[in-house]
C-alpha cells in the first residue's frame, strides 16, 4: 500500500504559478503510473497530468504547454509546475497511484477503484 499527502495549494492571480508536491509513503517501488486530477465541486473528475514508471508522460490538452509533471524518484516525490494559470484551472488537485500495469494516460487511466489517493491541496486562480 501507499499513502499520498499533497501539498502547496494556493490562491494566484491569473498569469502565475504553482508547485504542487505529493509525497508518497510505503511501498512506493512498485508503483507504475502516478498522476494528478482536479475536481470543482458538483462537477467531473478531470485527469490533468500523468507519469509512468518508465517516465512517459500524458497530459489533458487543457493543461498541455502550461503544465509538467515530473518525480524525483530520490524523495518519493510527484510534482505538478503550473504555469500561466487561468481561472477554469480553479480546483482541488488530488494526487493519485496505481499498481497496475498498462494504463498511464489521463484519459485512460481510472484509479478510481484500486489506486490510491491523496487528501487533496486547493488551487484557486482569481481574474
Known amino acids: 500500500q501507499v499513502q499520498l499527502v499533497e501539498s502547496g495549494g494556493d490562491s494566484v492571480q491569473s498569469g502565475g504559478s504553482l508547485r504542487l508536491s505529493c509525497a508518497a509513503y510505503?511501498?512506493?517501488?512498485?508503483?507504475?503510473?502516478m498522476g494528478w486530477f482536479r475536481q470543482v465541486l458538483g462537477q467531473v473528475r478531470e485527469g490533468v497530468a500523468a507519469?509512468?514508471?518508465?517516465?512517459?508522460?500524458s497530459y489533458a490538452d487543457s493543461v498541455k504547454g502550461r503544465f509538467t509533471i515530473s518525480q524525483d524518484n530520490a524523495k518519493n516525490t510527484l510534482y505538478l509546475q503550473m504555469n500561466s494559470l487561468k481561472p477554469e484551472d480553479t480546483a482541488m488537485y488530488y494526487c493519485?497511484?496505481?499498481?497496475?500495469?498498462?494504463?498511464?494516460?489521463?484519459?485512460?487511466?481510472?484509479?478510481?477503484?484500486?489506486?490510491?489517493w491523496g487528501q487533496g491541496t486547493q488551487v484557486t486562480v482569481s481574474s
Open positions: 493519485a497511484a496505481d499498481y497496475r500495469t498498462g494504463r498511464c494516460g489521463v484519459t485512460t487511466w481510472d484509479p478510481t477503484l484500486a489506486g490510491y
Open positions: 510505503g511501498d512506493t517501488y512498485s508503483i507504475y503510473c
Open positions: 507519469i509512468a514508471s518508465d517516465g512517459s508522460t
